[in-house]
């Protein structure tokens, strides 16, 4: 694939499918960091790749953006090929997060942002407005960060910079290679927080690295389990995953404790009852529709009741009682809410 063939799909989608065939590294020394690894990500989703460390996942992550060179098989983007096409010119539009972000210390955080789009001689006033733009969306205010350098931010902050500036150029690709495991935990699951709010606006095709599977569960639409060598063991939505694991080595990565991780990935609409079938009991407390059965368990244990009212735009819509919430079968993609 040609530059112009990026250009096309850039211009035409704000994310792009990608599909990894029998995708292969195997260093000089005979070292085989990944076998031959298949994986089909679907547009517009999150994708986790986890898994012990040296299983190749920041291999594979690399190998798409061709910091590293496969030694064998296809990386197809929206089915072209990546191979066919100039290295420097891809990754000018795949966008990459870092676990230390690798921020420009010399540069300020707008001239930070803009590098991507100004490699690609877009106008100063397009850069400027895409910066502003940006910056708003991480929650950094323009005028009070934009002339900041880098070590005069938080850790916190320094990361969302890195997410804007893998943003810039609109990429159809964005790929993640721990980009929260530097920040302290507090912060960290507040940038989970405010990252998923952020891929529900832009909804980009991700690709992300973590050995955190409380991580993954959280942000992934989906999630690969893999082995040393890149082997894949398991690739399935988080609720899949958790409720039916394919193997003892999968279960035992996941964690005794799948359960109630399940719980929290698995959207409540899936226990509820329609309110006609039976009235709720008085004082029930309620959860939001697009809430969890963790939710509402937690309300249930909180107010010793035993069911719960789901409520839409404050109205109540159906009732979810504890024992349905032990009963809810695997929703498999449905799960995320």
Known sequence: MDATAINEVGADR????ITLQDVGKVYPDGTVAVGDFSLEVRSGELTVLIGPSGCGKSTILRMINRLIEPSN???LIDGRNILDQDPVELRRHIGYVIQNVGLFPHYTVRKNVATVPTLR???RKKVRDRVDELLELVGLDPARYGDR???????GQRQRIGVARALAADPVVLLMDEPFSAVDPIVRARLQEEFLKLQAEVRKTIVMVTHDIDEAVRLGDRIAVLAQGGKLLQYAPPAELLSHPVSSTVSDFVGTDRGVRRLAVTAVRG???????AAP???????PEDGTLYDALSAMLTTDSAEVVVVKDGNPVGVVSRSAIFDVPNQGAQAKV
């Open 14 to 17: 704000s994310a792009a499918s």
């Open 73 to 75: 098989g296809q990386i």
């Open 121 to 123: 001689g877009w106008e």
């Open 149 to 155: 350098y880098p070590q005069e931010l938080s850790g």
């Open 271 to 277: 226990a509820m009852r329609p309110l006609g079938e």
């Open 281 to 287: 009991a008085a004082g029930a407390p309620t959860v």
